[in-house]
């Protein structure tokens, strides 16, 4: 039996996944505040919404792909929200999966909350990037009770290549955030080495390959190079536009600064990147794709 999914925040990672979920056969219902986004899933064989409520009114699958916690929580357990909607409408075995990242205690807020109603609830975000996304080889990082987890896993394999349960409620923001951190790390040290090297008469692309083969070897090298012209159909080959935003970046690596204050952790190197992508933001690069914090590094050696 065809299950219904609703599929909430059509962005640049959350199309895509709704568009997989299509190709592999889902009933989707979809909703934005962006009528083009909703347009553009409609046109690729999804049934459309007007709001949150309407989209999940047939639903035994809810996902979620949204910009903060804020959102997050107002949607599900905001006055009037879905989980209300879910209860009094009576509706049973409904599966609630939020993409987002968020902070790990929003997720646990909206966790706990499902749980005193009786709905199963993961936090699911992911990592892998738009291109990921498009080509349905997503890494989803799941936190919630092991039978929730293994209900979506069907649903999570129509999106992502690698699924990962991390733990209890929330465990799963707090893989995500970890790894965004260093994500950012390793991109700006892959931006300083190329830049430093380019400022130096090397060719970006020579150089790309010898760290390729070489101890300073990492995923910016490999599949997001920062330096434009040097791997095609990435975001710094097309002006740095499309991919994951410096606004997002900087708000994930915002959580992950809040989450080492909470649990006493040393970050110098994730609190400098911080500051970085902060920087960067403030100068007019937030719709930017986040490996363009090379041109900051360019502004900074001109």
Known sequence: ??????????????????KNLIKND???????????????????????ADNAKSAIKDAD?????????AIV???????????DQIVNEGKDNVLIID??????????????????KGIAMIDAPVSGGTAAAEAGTLTFICGGEPTH???AKVVLNAMGRHIFHAGASGAGQVAKICNNMLLAIHMVGTAEALNMGAQQGLDPA??????KASSGNNWSLQVYNPYP????NVPSSKDYQGGFMVDLMSKDLGLSQELAAKSKSATPLGALATQLYQIHQAGGAGDKDFSSILQLLQKKES
């Open 1 to 18: 039996m065809t299950q219904n999914i609703a599929f909430i925040g059509l962005g640049n990672m959350g199309g895509p996944m709704a």
């Open 26 to 48: 889902f009933n989707v219902t979809v909703y934005d505040l962006n009528s083009a986004a909703v347009a553009e899933l409609k046109a690729a064989g999804a049934n459309s």
């Open 61 to 69: 699958v809810i996902i979620s792909m949204l910009p903060n916690g």
């Open 73 to 83: 929580k107002s949607l599900y357990t905001g006055s009037n929200g879905l989980i």
């Open 99 to 116: 993409s987002s990242t968020i902070a790990a205690d929003d997720a646990r807020a909206v966790g706990k909350a499902c749980e005193q």
């Open 149 to 151: 987890f293994e209900a």
């Open 206 to 211: 020579v150089m790309s390959e010898i760290m």
């Open 229 to 232: 012209g040097v791997m095609p």
